[in-house]
């Protein structure tokens, strides 16, 4: 290609450069620096146009903006929302919770497995959501192998990040990079088109991060996390009860050694068997029909109860959500968006001093009341004769309307934070429908990842695993604008000449050492890129210079197309680089420092061995 525009060119590179340091600063928010760059780049070429061989300005508002409709970027805001629902229902929560419980016999091979479990999800599923899942797993782990969070968080964002790279759909990275080389008119990208050498960098960073990584992290003293504390059965307990009828899945259960095995992580603090209590230690109880077992237990431990669907508060909530029972527009069945939220008795409540039943509190607001938590003694007595006492913290169950509607109750304080959504699992099995029927779809040919992922998307809010407002709150607007901004600044490079004359320069400066140390430098430059700018950013730039590059060399683009999946995915020397990294920082009590001392090895690994192993694989 002949390159007409230089001056246009150099302010293309001008651009480039501002987005870089806006992003890599972030004293400005990704959404604003995005937009100033693609406001900017609009006014430019509207006053200083490209004209195309018929006159029409080739970098035009529309040319410019098309990137916000690019198949690739729809693509991966699709995914966020079948992810999301994925998440939403805990359709993935009985693989966590199953290897959890593996962890109590051999937790330091099951912390092993249980990244190698998140590496799997993570090749066809969104990072973010899959590492949220286990972050509480992981901290469970390390509890009981006698860790701390800092030596399994920054393991846990590595290999989902790099179970990411190993498939099409695994990141956004590799859609954003497939959706460049569909407007490049080269042939789609398959969903395992480049699985064999993705596998391969996988495998060496997985081996380095499981084994390697706790070792270079200072431990900083300090509690782990809080759910950890809470999984584990530690932290404040609450009292509940539940109510055995016929059919429960407690119904016939026997004590073993004075314990309950179904009531893992439960303290069993009486049994009330018509009129006569049965209090500890048990000794040869058989729960049937008609007590009511009075337990202590975290509010994750309830959470997880209700979560699993183990169906142990089956009888009390079927009874207390009874159709057509609350005339004050409660709840009329268990079903819908549920909330568990925790409220405070506030001083001069009229409440103190009764008991739940007598306040009628479920007719009064239109939740149950699932556990009491009193801090001054210990409670064994029925939940409906506790008389409650200022500050006593009540865990309450309703429809997100209710709750709220807790906030201008004047007899209880509504702990806003604590509010947790809880997933309904028949839900989980239609999102685990729809993302299997999208997945096999894409597999098999029938629909492009486009089409499939937009259709599952359509059918995650049609079948009610989402509403509306959920469905909009998955998508990243940082993702849509940033990404849409970037495609823009990628075709005024590739109008301009730019990603050509990129290429050239890497040809002219490597001319005498050959298309592997070309290859080779390729990957190094977008690694480091990617950790100062951003993965979807980087993979969108660099992606039509790999083309230019590749077709210089004569060699097969999807090579260096490849080498820009594997690099971009590389984020693992800062925080900034990738959501995983931010999102375990937190948690794991990180600071910038142990991100660019654990993941710079790991960028510098992954770069040697695809070095030597891209030119034996594709027998450059």
Known sequence: ME?????????????????????SMERITLEVSALAILSALLVFFYFFPVPGD??????????????????????????LVIGHGLFQTGALDGPARYVADLGSTRPGLTIFFTFLLVA????????????VMFIPVLATLAGRFGQRAPKVMMTLSYVSILGGMTT??????????????????????GIFDFVVPALFLAAIGFLYSTLAVP?????????TIELQGNASGGGKQYIAQLEITPGHPLLGVSSTAGLFPPLRDMTVRMIQRGEHPILPPFEDVTLSAGDVVIVAATRQTLTEALKSGSRIFEGMLEERFAEGADTHGGPAKPGGELVLAETVVAPGSRM???TIEQIAFRHQTGCIVLGVQRRSRMIRTLLNDIRLEAGDVLLVLGNASKIQDL????????????????????????ALAIF????????????????????GALAIIAFGVLNVRQAARAIDRRIFLMVGAMLGVATALEVTGGAHAIANASVVMFAGYGVPVILSAFFFAIAVTTNVLTNNATAVLFTPIAISTATQLGVDPMIFVYAVIFAANCSFATPMGYQTNLLVMGPGHYEFRDFVRAGTPLVILLWLSYSFFAPWYYGL
Not at 120 to 131: D, G, H
Not at 168 to 189: D, E, F, Q
Not at 409 to 423: F, G, H, I, K, M
């Open 120 to 131: 799997a999800i993570s090749a066809f599923l969104n990072n973010t959501p899959v590492a």
């Open 352 to 354: 103190i001093g009764q």
């Open 54 to 79: 018929d006159g029409r300005n080739l970098l035009g508002p529309t040319a410019l903006l098309a990137g916000f409709a690019n198949p690739a970027l729809i693509a991966v805001l699709a995914l």
């Open 3 to 23: 390159i007409d525009f230089v001056w246009q060119m150099w302010v293309t590179y001008g651009f480039i450069l501002a987005a870089v340091v806006l992003f």
């Open 436 to 455: 299997g029927v999208m997945v096999a779809s894409v597999l098999t040919g029938i629909l492009p990842i486009e089409i499939a992922s937009i259709g």
């Open 215 to 223: 070792y270079l992290l200072p431990d900083r003293g300090g509690p």
């Open 407 to 430: 906030r201008h109750n004047r007899d209880v304080l509504l702990l806003e934070w604590s509010a947790t959504e809880l997933p309904d699992p028949k839900l989980a099995h239609r």
């Open 168 to 189: 099409l759909i695994g990141s956004s990275t590799n859609l954003l990079a497939a959706g460049v080389v569909l407007t490049s008119h080269l042939p789609p990208i």
